[in-house]
């Protein structure tokens, strides 16, 4: 686990497992359900982007066994409080955001192939797929993203704001940040991992379990993955 804390709090940029490498990950799924997180942890504040909502009274789901991760979490940190950006996400909005993602790269960058722009649209947000063995991850319900927060739900200072994709200091471990914003990001770190989560290291708010992320950046990759892509429970809402 120390070892898993330690891979976590070096990897860079260039660290980033693409697209086609995660394809080669197969998945067993196990059928566990979603469940809401609130349910399960009473104490988290849900903080839903505007644009991610599609209705006022929608919630986050996750995998049964995530939510009750985060349970131990939430006790492990108390007085702090998790804030919880997203987890489940419909490919509905999944698609919606990749193409806007992808949309704003290729106007800066109008040479770029559109191999190219895959690429780096991919580091942001994965491509949506309706394959059942190459979901995104937050269609799985394994993937969350996430901050810290004190008693009176102010969130920790990361040193770039969640989303924020022009900031150069999104990465974990992105240099430039100020000293206690690193600290910040080393709790958050450490505190997931020892619950048996892993950090995508271009997003420092990313975190999943059960995924295929979770099988590469784990080193498990002789493993199935044992979330594919759930079912929206809102659907028809």
């Given at each position: 686990?120390?070892?898993n804390?330690q891979i976590?709090?070096?990897?860079?940029?260039?660290?980033i497992v693409g697209?086609?490498?995660l394809?080669?990950?197969?998945i067993?799924?196990?059928?566990?359900p979603?469940v809401?997180?609130?349910?399960?942890?009473p104490?988290?504040?849900?903080?839903?982007?505007k644009?991610?909502?599609?209705f006022p009274?929608e919630?986050?789901y996750?995998?049964?066994?995530?939510?009750?991760?985060l349970?131990?979490?939430a006790?492990?940190?108390?007085?702090?409080?998790?804030?919880i950006?997203d987890?489940?996400?419909?490919i509905?909005i999944?698609?919606e955001w990749?193409?806007?993602?992808?949309?704003?790269?290729?106007?800066?960058?109008?040479?770029w192939?559109?191999?190219e722009?895959?690429?780096e649209?991919?580091?942001f947000?994965f491509?949506p797929?309706?394959?059942?063995?190459?979901?995104?991850a937050?269609?799985?319900g394994?993937?969350?993203?996430?901050?810290?927060?004190?008693?009176?739900?102010?969130e920790?200072?990361m040193?770039?704001?969640?989303?924020?994709?022009d900031?150069?200091?999104?990465?974990t471990?992105?240099?430039?940040?100020?000293?206690?914003?690193?600290?910040n990001?080393?709790?958050?770190v450490?505190?997931?991992c020892?619950?048996?989560?892993?950090?995508y290291p271009?997003e420092w708010?990313?975190?999943?379990?059960?995924?295929r992320?979770?099988?590469?950046?784990?080193?498990?990759?002789?493993?199935?993955?044992?979330?594919?892509?759930?079912n929206?429970p809102?659907?028809?809402k």
């Amino acid at each position: 686990m120390t070892e898993n804390i330690q891979i976590a709090l070096t990897r860079k940029e260039e660290d980033i497992v693409g697209e086609k490498s995660l394809d080669e990950i197969t998945i067993k799924e196990c059928n566990e359900p979603l469940v809401k997180i609130i349910d399960y942890v009473p104490s988290a504040i849900i903080r839903m982007r505007k644009e991610r909502k599609r209705f006022p009274e929608e919630t986050l789901y996750a995998r049964k066994t995530v939510a009750e991760q985060l349970a131990k979490i939430a006790e492990d940190v108390f007085p702090l409080k998790l804030v919880i950006y997203d987890a489940f996400r419909p490919i509905e909005i999944q698609e919606e955001w990749y193409n806007k993602t992808y949309k704003r790269i290729k106007e800066k960058n109008q040479s770029w192939t559109a191999e190219e722009l895959r690429a780096e649209t991919f580091k942001f947000i994965f491509p949506p797929s309706w394959d059942l063995q190459t979901p995104p991850a937050h269609s799985t319900g394994g993937a969350i993203d996430l901050n810290l927060a004190n008693e009176n739900g102010i969130e920790f200072e990361m040193g770039s704001a969640y989303g924020n994709f022009d900031s150069p200091y999104i990465c974990t471990n992105a240099k430039g940040i100020a000293k206690k914003q690193k600290e910040n990001r080393i709790l958050l770190v450490t505190t997931m991992c020892k619950q048996d989560f892993v950090n995508y290291p271009g997003e420092w708010w990313h975190f999943s379990v059960g995924d295929r992320e979770w099988i590469v950046y784990s080193g498990l990759k002789d493993q199935s993955a044992r979330y594919g892509r759930a079912n929206d429970p809102c659907k028809g809402k």
